[in-house]
């Protein structure tokens, strides 16, 4: 049995790949690792890349996008880790981040899962760790009172706002970018749930691991720089639909069809809050220079878009 199982699910980033896959065989050192790469059916020649230029490497190649929680277990069942790491195509593993976090588990038998500190691509923090969600966090995010007062214990609460991911500590759902669980933790609650196809995924995997009694952490002594949205950008309309959609299903699954049916009417409430105001700023906007109406003009074709995605999915909110 090897030390890690990375399981890595592309989607049309080969060239983040090979950077992604070079990082990890550069800065892993100290441990035991094998890769498994499953892809979702990617037409940018990744599933040639990976054949040509690492040869030997395990490789799924799937006829079509399964989404994220089925290509995991895909992945799952081919590992043979004492922990696996889920790891976006879209990073850079650090110096030493990995046997970094295979060490912080060895000495920390209670943790099922494990975090680690994402940048982005200038160096700039990306905060990776939120609290698990609730109606509370869903009204301050709905209101705007969250990104008004982002530092407050209280009403921050759910992104942490108020923390500077700077120490260790137990945390509630790290970003799955880079995300390693305990295997004894996977074969008590089971493997990703298959109904999640995008998002709120590895939420779900984390509520049911803290559920069983297993620590959660997070680690800033490990670094990963992250080009966040390489993948799910490619259809940001859909991939918004899909994050409503897949929010919807954990708070039906978790605490019940009337919690959901609350959520679904603040959420929709939030959402024509924000077309309006994104509505009235970018008509303001216009009024200004050329190279600004252009801009204006591309946030205007962004915001009709995911508009129209919304409405054409009206079984969101009923």
């Not at 297993?214 to 992250?226: D, G, L, M, Q, T």
Request: glycine content about 8%; overall charge positive; aromatic content about 12%.
């Amino acid at each position: 049995m090897v030390d890690l199982s990375i399981i890595i699910i592309n989607y049309n980033v080969k060239k983040l790949l090979k950077e992604c896959l070079q990082s990890i065989y550069r800065d892993t050192k100290r441990i035991s690792f094998e890769i498994i790469v499953v892809d979702n059916n990617s037409s940018d020649g990744s599933v040639d890349m990976v054949r040509s230029e690492f040869p030997g490497m395990r490789l799924i190649e799937n006829c079509q996008n399964l989404g994220f929680a089925k290509a995991t277990n895909q992945g799952l069942r081919e590992s043979r880790g004492r922990y696996i790491l889920l790891l976006n195509p879209d990073t850079v593993v650090l110096p030493n981040a990995l046997d970094e976090m295979v060490e912080f588990m060895d000495e920390n038998p209670r943790a099922g899962a494990l975090g680690c500190k994402l940048f982005n691509p200038d160096g700039s923090l990306q905060p990776s760790c939120r609290s698990f969600p609730t109606l509370r966090a869903a009204f301050f995010e709905n209101s705007g009172l969250e990104r008004l007062f982002p530092r407050n214990k209280l009403i921050g609460n759910y992104r942490m706002g108020y923390w500077k991911h700077d120490c260790v500590r137990e945390v509630d759902q790290p970003m799955g970018s880079a995300l390693m669980l305990r295997r004894n933790a996977i074969d008590q609650v089971g493997p990703m749930d298959e109904q999640f196809y995008m998002y709120y995924e590895e939420v779900d995997w984390c509520y049911r691991i803290k559920n069983r009694g297993w620590k959660i952490y997070f680690n800033p002594r490990a670094e990963v720089i992250h080009y966040a949205g390489q993948s799910t950008g490619q259809a940001s309309g859909n991939m918004l639909v899909e994050r409503y959609r897949s929010m919807h299903k954990f708070f039906r699954k978790h605490f019940g069809m009337i919690p959901e049916n609350v959520l679904k009417c603040m959420n929709f409430a939030g959402l024509v809050l924000r077309i309006t105001l994104g509505a009235v700023i970018i008509g303001g906007r216009f009024l200004g220079k050329n190279r600004e109406r252009e801009y204006w003009q591309y946030r205007k074709e962004i915001l009709m878009e995911r508009w129209r995605a919304l409405i054409r999915n009206h079984r969101l909110w009923v």
